[in-house]
């Protein structure tokens, strides 16, 4: 069972480049989440899904896009890419129903742009 | 909105106890996480509160106000292997999470 996994695990990538992070998960969550983690800020969220076919903005979504065309895959994009988003990328699912339900985390893609 | 407030780094030793205070502002409480994450890691989930009181998971347990807008963890016990960032995270109505920028806790010999 790998839970939930990303990749790459990490890129340096060319600022104007595009460049597509992909996290996958096998738990059968309904939602999934895209995360930036930069030191000082703490997690912040990008975009999520809470449920395959729909998506939803975050806190910061300016530069990035994201599909949920089925249950399990979630990818993030960055159209073109810039320097401030030199970051490290988190992915999480979890199941969307009340009580304790946690989410998830993917092993993080830490990326840089030059 | 959320706004989440959890000091910056805490250090403590070797079996003692520590506690990491988290205060929010919330539009729509729906729950309150703890995370645990250790350098170049992924978090993991440690507790979870939704309603008023003291949960308890061995050594780990975390607390709710939901009137003041309060949550602490508390570690008992403290080993080498607790020196880790501790997150606090609010969640809201519409399942998503709000996370405090972080506690780094150091434990010391």
């Known amino acids: 069972i790998a839970g939930i996994t990303q990749a790459p695990t990490s890129q340096i990538l060319a600022a104007g480049r595009r460049m597509t992070l992909r996290c996958t998960q096998d738990m059968r969550h309904n939602a999934m989440y895209w995360y930036r983690q930069d030191l000082g800020l703490g997690l912040r969220l990008i975009h999520y899904s809470n449920t395959a076919g729909t998506t939803g903005k975050g806190e910061v979504p300016d530069g990035y896009s994201v599909s949920r065309a089925n249950t399990d895959d979630f990818p993030l994009t960055l159209a073109s890419a810039v320097p401030s988003q030199t970051s490290v990328y988190f992915c999480?699912?979890?199941?969307?129903?009340?009580?304790?339900?946690?989410?998830?985390f993917g092993p993080g893609t830490r990326l840089t742009v030059l | 909105g959320q706004n989440i407030d959890q000091p910056t780094e805490m250090t403590a030793t070797e079996g003692a106890i520590v506690q990491i205070n988290c205060t929010y502002q919330t539009s729509g409480f729906n729950g309150l996480f703890w995370y645990q994450q250790h350098a170049g890691e992924a978090p993991t989930f440690l507790s979870y509160n939704v309603l008023d009181g003291l949960e308890e998971k061995g050594r780990f347990s975390s607390f709710l106000s939901r009137s003041k807008g309060y949550s602490y963890l508390l570690l008992k016990e403290l080993q080498m292997k607790d020196s880790a960032s501790y997150l606090c995270?609010?969640?809201?109505?519409?399942?998503?999470?709000?996370f405090g920028a972080g506690t780094t806790v150091t434990v010391r010999a």
């Open positions: 999480a699912s979890s199941v969307i129903a009340s009580g304790g339900n946690e989410q998830f």
């Open positions: 995270a609010v969640r809201d109505r519409d399942y998503k999470l709000s």
